[in-house]
C-alpha cells in the first residue's frame, strides 16, 4: 500500500469534540466565532468529524471498527448461550442482563477501535498544544521516538484503565439490580468491580489492541486487501478469545468472580 507521509496523523482520544477555534483573516480583523453547539450536539459533531480524520487517515477503518463490534458481540451471545442455556428459556432478567453486557461490549469496542486509530489532521481542529507530531498507537508509522511510543502506551492505558473502571462497575450494578441481588452491592464489591474494570482494559485490552494495530499495519500493507481483512478479523478473533480468557484470570486474582 502507498505510504502518505504528507498526512498529518493525530490520534483524537479526548479531544474530538472540542470546537474549533475561531481565526483571524489576513488583514487583521477578527472572524465573528460561531455559537458554541450544545454539549449533546458538540459531542456528536466531534465524533462524527474524528470518524471522518480516521477514514481519511485510514480507508479500512469502517470495516475494523464494524468488524470488533460485531465478533465482539456474537462472542458475548455464544458464552451467554453456553452459561444460560437455550435463549427461548431465558427469563427477562435474563435477557436485560445480556443486553446490557453487549451495551457495555460495543461502548469498550468502539472506544478501543476508535481512539487507536490515526487521524488525518484537517486542520478544523483546535489549535495544538506543541507542534510535535502525535501518536496514536506505538507501533504507528512515522518518526517517532521510542519515548512517544512508551508515553503513547502509558498515556492510552491510563485512559482505557478509567473508562474500564467505570464501564465494569456500571455493568456490574445492572446486573445485580436486574437479578435482584442488590444485597451483594457493597463497597468491598465495587472496589473489585473498579478494579477489575481498570486492569482489563488499561493494561489487558490496552496491550492487546495495541499489538492488533501492530499486526493489521503489517498485514495491510504486504498483502492484498481481501486477503489482509480476513487476516484482520482472524487476528480480532484471537484477540477476542484471548482477551475472555484473561477477563476470567483477572477476575479471580480480585475476587470478582
Request: net charge positive.
Amino acid at each position: 500500500a502507498p505510504r502518505r507521509r504528507g498526512a498529518a496523523l493525530t490520534p483524537r482520544s479526548t479531544g474530538d469534540a472540542a470546537a474549533a477555534s475561531p481565526s483571524s483573516d489576513e488583514g487583521g480583523a477578527s472572524a465573528s466565532p460561531s455559537p458554541p453547539l450544545p454539549p449533546p450536539a458538540g459531542l456528536i459533531a466531534g465524533f462524527v468529524r474524528g470518524l471522518r480524520g480516521r477514514m481519511a487517515a485510514d480507508a479500512n477503518f469502517p470495516f475494523k471498527l464494524g468488524a470488533e463490534v460485531t465478533l465482539d458481540e456474537f462472542m458475548t451471545v455464544l458464552v451467554n448461550v453456553g452459561v444460560r442455556g437455550n435463549p427461548t428459556g431465558w427469563l427477562l432478567g435474563d435477557k436485560l442482563q445480556v443486553l446490557c453486557q453487549m451495551l457495555t461490549a460495543a461502548v469498550n469496542d468502539i472506544i478501543l477501535v476508535y481512539c487507536l486509530a490515526p487521524v488525518k489532521d484537517d486542520g478544523v481542529s483546535s489549535a495544538k498544544k506543541s507542534d510535535a507530531p502525535e501518536i496514536a498507537h506505538i507501533f504507528q508509522e512515522g518518526d517517532f521516538s521510542l519515548a512517544q511510543r512508551i508515553g503513547c502506551y502509558l498515556a492510552k492505558g491510563r485512559f482505557y484503565a478509567l473508562v474500564g473502571a467505570v464501564s465494569c462497575t456500571f455493568s456490574m450494578f445492572l446486573a445485580l439490580a436486574l437479578s435482584g441481588q442488590m444485597a451483594k452491592l457493597t463497597p468491598e464489591y465495587l472496589f473489585r468491580a473498579l478494579m477489575t474494570g481498570a486492569l482489563h482494559m488499561g493494561i489487558s485490552a490496552n496491550t492487546r489492541y495495541q499489538i492488533v494495530n501492530g499486526i493489521e499495519r503489517v498485514l495491510f500493507s504486504i498483502l492484498p486487501e481481501n486477503v489482509a481483512k480476513l487476516a484482520s478479523v482472524a487476528t480480532r478473533l484471537s484477540n477476542n478469545l484471548l482477551g475472555a480468557r484473561l477477563w476470567i484470570v483477572m477476575t479471580t486474582i480480585t475476587g470478582l468472580a
